[in-house]
């Protein structure tokens, strides 16, 4: 169609929403043998291979079934991967990561997506900045570039949301039709600095729950239709990636040829919502109001704060009123572990929250953890103790994961997990003396969650759930542990700079002596004995001998 206003041509955008909840048990970083997903190890196996795989080497076939072509979905569709579900990728199948990052340097069709699937206006503000500093990293890191876009969990939005998404830098994001106040009109609008792209309500049902049969000439039919009615030339369908292959098999393939043999045809254009956008720069966009709601909820965000009716149909008759408890309890525990992070951490790192936004280096491996600590750890602070609050506060952070509050009962595993993550958050207080401030953040969630009874009547409380999580997992011993591996790894880097006669390295261990800790001392003492008992490195060693404690004078090896 020849542009008119802002229209340039007619346009289909079909965006993924890639994306499964962090799985690792978080004393382990395992990912344990869930069940149900067999005969696969574990949910995220299984739909690698029922999905994320096949959407990166969709099979078009002709009439006899031959294969004629192989194609990569991820640069035809728009697409959002969540970060946890990346970092599982990057270990258990980098070639399915890769196929999306080669989707995107084609195309540029992935946006970015907060770290952890949070909803957004329910999130401390504080975490809510963190979550979308964290997801632009990873994004980068991943796809090389800096997003334009960015999906909200759940499409989750109110007007503060919005404010900080734009503040961040951010120039877009998706939402339906319900989320914005006469969205059923405008698929394009504006609110503040950011632009929001409404999905099509129904096409974006009728492919999400496989009401097109996997036909791509009815899907490509509708699509122009839509794109046609529209103002700005736009059929824009937002979906779970996870439809495409999993929910509904082969329709990746149905997709491979809408998008890209039957689209063509058809005169739509399709791809990138990025490049979409900037086709149209300079086009006056209507200012819209949104209203504090999300994507799988009829009752704005009740599902993850209220028995609001929404439910998975688990049980027959579920009791939901578990879920306010539960985001009450969990919030104090955030409450203690800030407290301890702000006050406690300022001992350590020069302002704990910048701290905090810049530790996701450490996480991707962009830095090192000693880089980091010379850049954030204070006068006289300990890396170790920085690197344990660092590491609680992840743990904190991941307390929030929607998954928790979407099904019907407690004691499923998404939410059990988040518990697993409160109780990491205490067992690291404990380990590093503040066993007051995780006590109290124990009572607290337990008092909540005594409130309420599993639909399970195995489970019993919210309570025992609760205190099974905490009470079985492997604490304090391996933190203690991982404390002293972190020590001894620390100490080492030290010391081997020491004896192995680099300048200054004499002056630096010896004023970092009067900061260790006994684990440090304890390493530093073994590796300097073993250096002066050889007597291969320069007599400067003596010194930081003696202020090791060690007789440099009497050593000898029995």
Same mark, same amino acid.
């Given at each position: 169609? *020849? ?108 946006? *970015? ?210 879920? *306010? ?35 996701? !280096? ?175 490195? !320069? ?20």
């Amino acid at each position: 169609m *020849a542009a008119v206003g802002g229209r340039v041509s007619d346009f289909l955008v079909v965006h993924g929403h890639y994306y499964q909840p962090p799985r690792e048990d978080p004393y382990t970083g395992a990912v344990p043998v869930e069940p149900t997903a067999a005969p696969y190890h574990d949910w995220n196996e299984r739909i690698t291979a029922e999905s994320y795989r096949p959407n990166g080497w969709a099979r078009v076939l002709n009439e006899q079934g031959r294969i004629v072509s192989i194609v990569n979905n991820y640069g035809l569709m728009s697409f959002d991967v969540g970060p946890t579900l990346t970092q599982w990728l990057e270990d258990f199948a980098p070639d399915v990561l890769a196929r999306m990052v080669a989707g995107d340097r084609t195309s540029r069709t992935a946006v *970015a997506q907060p770290y952890h699937h949070v909803i957004l206006p329910l999130s401390d503000p504080v975490d809510r900045l963190t979550e979308l500093r964290w997801g632009r990293a990873d994004f980068v890191y991943r796809f090389g570039r800096e997003p334009a876009g960015i999906w909200l969990p759940e499409t989750a939005i109110d007007v503060q949301t919005a404010a900080d998404v734009a503040a961040e830098g951010f120039d877009f994001t998706l939402v339906m039709p319900h989320q914005v106040v006469d969205g059923g009109s405008v698929n394009v609008g504006r609110i503040g600095d950011l632009t929001l792209v409404v999905a099509n309500g129904s096409l974006s049902h009728d492919v999400a729950f496989g009401v097109l049969d996997g036909s791509a000439s009815e899907f490509i039919r509708r699509a122009t239709a839509v794109a046609h009615n529209s103002e700005l030339g736009l059929a824009m369908v937002a979906t779970d990636g996870e439809t495409f292959g999993h929910h509904h098999r082969h329709t990746e393939r149905t997709m491979a040829y809408a998008l890209g043999v039957a689209a063509p045809r058809a005169g739509l254009h399709t791809g990138s919502l990025e490049v979409w956008l900037e086709k149209r720069a300079g086009v006056d966009l209507p200012v819209v109001a949104v209203v504090p709601s999300a994507w799988s909820c009829a009752h704005g965000l009740g599902r993850w704060q209220s028995d609001c009716g929404c439910r998975n149909g688990d049980f027959e008759h579920a009791d939901l009123s578990w879920r *306010a408890p539960l985001r009450h309890g969990l919030d104090a525990v955030r409450a203690v572990v800030a407290r301890v992070f702000e006050q406690f951490g300022r001992c350590h790192l020069v302002d704990p929250w910048a701290a905090r936004d810049a530790y996701i !280096a450490v996480i991707l491996g962009t830095e090192t953890l000693d880089a980091f600590m010379v850049r954030h750890l204070c006068e006289g602070g300990s890396s170790d103790v920085a690197h344990q609050l660092l590491q609680m506060q992840c743990h904190a952070l991941a307390m929030y994961t929607s998954c928790a509050w979407f099904f019907d009962d407690i004691a499923r595993l998404e939410t059990v997990l988040v518990l697993k993550h409160a109780a990491r958050c205490l067992h690291v207080l404990t380990a590093l003396g503040h066993g007051d401030a995780a006590d109290a953040g124990y009572q607290a969630l337990f008092d909540h969650l005594a409130m309420v009874t599993s639909n399970d009547p195995n489970e019993g409380t919210g309570a025992q759930v609760w205190d099974r999580a905490y009470r079985n997992a492997p604490m304090p011993a391996s933190v203690a542990s991982s404390v002293a591996d972190d020590q001894r790894s620390r100490a080492l880097g030290i010391i081997d700079r020491a004896v192995t006669g680099e300048d200054g390295a004499v002056r630096e261990a010896l004023a970092w002596v009067s900061s260790a800790s006994p684990a440090e001392i304890s390493s530093a003492q073994e590796t300097v004995f073993e250096a002066l008992v050889d007597r291969s490195v !320069a007599s400067t060693l003596d010194e930081f001998g003696r202020a090791l404690g060690l007789a440099t004078g009497e050593l000898r090896r029995f």
